[in-house]
């Protein structure tokens, strides 16, 4: 019984997951298809909110690898390791927005 709990609360967490990388990639295509009237204004808040996205996918996988001890192996998604893919595009806003 426990078991099947704990296994129910590792699926909403990865669904959770899975909607923000949709969100993501949903913003991404939206920041691509802007026209130039307030490109500037507009591409920043993209990035603000990318950078907010990616914080919340770090935590959420680092949160299900912690308390799920089965999901510790790396998280690909079109063949290459996501987390280490969204840390590495974290960092890079991060340094951005520094400036």
Do not use: W
């Not at 996205?53 to 999901?71: C, M, P």
């Not at 998604?77 to 340094?95: A, F």
């Amino acid at each position: 019984m426990t078991r099947c709990k704990k296994m129910y609360e590792a699926k909403g967490v990865i669904e959770s997951i899975l909607m923000n990388i949709i969100r993501k990639e949903h913003l991404m295509k939206k920041g691509v298809d802007k026209d130039c009237a307030n490109k500037v204004t507009e591409l920043v808040k993209i990035k603000i909110e990318k950078k907010v996205i990616n914080g919340k996918i770090l935590v959420l996988a680092n949160r299900l690898q912690q308390e799920h001890k089965i999901f510790k192996r790396p998280f690909i998604v079109d063949g290459l390791d996501y987390l280490s893919h969204v840390r590495q595009e974290y960092d890079e806003l991060n340094k951005e927005f520094e400036q």
